[in-house]
């Protein structure tokens, strides 16, 4: 662990600012999910001092009890939905740095429960930004959201940062609202207060460690481990897919840009796939089965409730501004996944598998 670790340390990326993240104190929400369990292992990584504030892992089994992630953080379990057990966890921390990503994920959970949806996504950022207020440590603040804020035309270009806000579902309306919340106190209280705040967008993330419902690879993996059949709900639906670390290191970038030049950076950021990566269900599908050859799959033609079915991100922002790409083609990315499924049914120590794949990452930004 110590020499993978040291091997991380020892790279230099051309994303990041050597020794910027080391002893940085960082505050992550929703750290016990799929994306915050990755994103605590690479501040971990790179030397921060990493906090978290979340639910009990969403899942059973759960990327942050694999990777045993707590065992190098500071772990709170709470809701964000509690002004003051948040609050009261912010100030014991005293962070520099800020990547909000506490959140109900799921489209077809918020047909189940769209009041929980809107209390989570929506006053859950009131209350992160109401906490921040009164934090003085606080200088840099990344709400993460999706790409499903974008009031949806099904249109073949993709969605740039200056398009409207929508969303048909309960989900991609909460946050909708996260982002015009993230505006209002971006201009109406943070500015003044020497807080830069921004929000960051992102396409459907693929990677090990994610278990969660209603969700492709999961869904893949469970039908493969359970030798069923896979049933797929919209095989013709578009999507921008791409890997856990792709956004993830678009965060850090905008974090570090963040705390570094302020206000300049304090606006919404696209972090996509390049276009040809927007591919459908159907190929996912079909490109998965030609390496388990065991997958079997159908079309669920029982009732489903909408989803969009076309969705594109124009990242030429992030590449313009802030020198942020992707780095891994969609076939790496599905590989990359299955590698460390496979790993983990095979019974290795997965919180050194995923450092090291975040230190294959790291090396192929470093070689460009």
Not at 338 to 343: P, R, T, V
């Amino acid at each position: 662990m110590e020499n993978r670790r040291g091997a991380l340390e020892a790279l230099v990326s051309i994303m990041f600012e050597k020794d910027f993240w080391k002893e940085r104190r960082v505050f992550v929400t929703g750290h016990t999910g799929f994306k915050g369990s990755w994103l605590c292992l690479w501040l971990h990584a790179l030397g921060a001092k990493v906090y978290g504030y979340a639910l009990e892992p969403p899942t059973d089994p759960s990327m942050f009890v694999q990777a045993n992630v707590g065992s190098f953080m500071n772990s709170t379990i709470g809701d964000i939905r509690n002004l003051e057990s948040l609050t009261r966890a912010l100030q014991e921390a005293q962070p520099e740095i800020i990547i909000h990503m506490a959140a109900q994920p799921l489209v077809r959970e918020s047909y189940r429960n769209p009041i929980d949806t809107y209390a989570t996504n929506v006053m859950g950022s009131v209350h992160l930004f109401e906490t921040v207020r009164s934090c003085p440590t606080v200088k840099a603040v990344v709400n993460v959201t999706t790409d499903k804020c974008y009031e949806n035309r099904e249109w073949s270009w993709g969605y740039r940062e200056i398009e409207p806000m929508g969303g048909f579902d309960p989900y991609s309306s909460s946050k909708a609202c996260s982002e015009l919340v993230t505006a209002a106190y971006r201009q109406s209280f943070l500015q003044e207060q020497g807080v830069a705040l921004a929000s960051a967008r992102a396409g459907n993330v693929i990677g090990g460690g994610d278990w969660a419902n209603d969700r492709l690879l999961p869904d893949v993996f469970r039908s493969l481990d359970a030798e069923e059949i896979l049933n797929i709900r919209a095989p013709q639906a578009i999507r921008p897919w791409q890997h856990v670390l792709e956004p993830l290191s678009g965060y850090l970038l905008l974090a570090q840009r963040l705390f570094v030049e302020g206000d300049a950076f304090a606006e919404p950021w696209n972090f996509g796939p390049a276009d040809e990566d927007a591919r459908s269900v159907g190929w996912i599908i079909e490109h998965l089965a030609n390496t388990c050859t065991e997958l079997r799959w159908e079309t669920d033609e029982g009732y489903n409730p909408h989803e969009a079915h076309y969705l594109k991100l124009d990242s030429s922002k992030a590449q313009n501004n802030l020198g942020w790409k992707p780095r891994w083609v969609l076939s790496t990315a599905l590989n990359k996944t299955l590698f460390w499924h496979e790993a983990w049914r095979s019974g290795e120590e997965m919180q050194s598998f995923s450092l090291g794949q975040i230190q294959e990452y790291e090396k192929a930004v470093s070689q460009e």
